[in-house]
């Protein structure tokens, strides 16, 4: 069992769901929740690196990991099972045929992700240990970028000191763009981004019916 009020080096993982405020605007409340609810049930049953819940945002999935036994090819892995499965849930909707307004919609939808690595506390409110600190801060707002995609893996200098893209199968693919971001009252962070659009398109073609 976690202590709370403990401070640890932490692997942080967020996928948030792209075009979702949009989405949930335009929709009809019911069907929007159920099908919104299915998508974010498709990112935790393949969560297969066995990484811990901390929170489900509405439209994001904040996960941690206080120990690393991983590669960065098994993390990039691990994202790309979930954009996969995420787009097939999305297809499973598309055949059911339903023309509800909620429904349709639903294919202005994709996933992104944000790899951080860095110090996470915890604090005490009322019952519930709530992870807290600074490099949280930055995973959620790198979440808002000027990225023009919707469809990525964003890596944190941070993430990718600790977890080598070296030697990765993204390591000599021409899409990979580094970048600087200034953030507010905390700085300039250094991240590294990989489009996964023409991932998306492969496997929606491959999967359509």
């Given at each position: 069992m976690e202590v709370c009020h403990t401070s640890n080096p932490a692997l942080?993982?967020?996928?948030?769901?792209?075009g979702f405020t949009k989405y949930i605007a335009t929709?009809?409340?019911?069907?929007?929740?159920?099908?919104?609810?299915?998508?974010?049930?498709?990112?935790?049953?393949?969560?297969?690196?066995?990484?811990?819940?901390?929170?489900?945002?509405?439209d994001a999935i904040l996960f941690y990991s206080y120990e690393f036994?991983?590669?960065?090819?098994?993390?990039?892995?691990?994202c790309q099972l979930m954009f996969d499965k995420f787009h097939q849930r999305i297809d499973e909707f598309k055949r059911s045929k339903c023309m509800c307004e909620s429904c349709q919609n639903l294919y202005n939808l994709s996933l992104k992700f944000v790899l951080h690595f860095g110090q996470l506390g915890s604090v005490m409110v009322k019952d519930y240990c709530k992870l807290f600190g600074k490099d949280l801060i930055i995973a959620h707002r790198l979440l808002k970028n000027k990225i023009s995609s919707n469809e990525y893996i964003l890596f944190t200098e941070n993430f990718s000191n600790q977890f080598p893209l070296i030697g990765t199968h993204l390591d000599n693919?021409?899409?990979?763009?580094?970048?600087?971001?200034?953030?507010?009252?905390?700085?300039d962070i250094g991240i590294t981004y990989f489009d996964l659009k023409a991932l998306s398109l492969k496997n929606r073609q491959g999967t359509t019916c």
């Open positions: 942080i993982l967020i996928p948030d769901i792209s929709s009809e409340i019911r069907h929007s929740q159920e099908k919104i609810a299915l998508l974010l049930e498709s990112i935790l049953e393949n969560n297969i690196l066995n990484f811990k819940v901390s929170e489900i945002e509405g036994p991983y590669s960065a090819t098994e993390i990039i892995n691990q693919h021409t899409e990979l763009v580094n970048d600087i971001f200034n953030l507010e009252d905390i700085g």
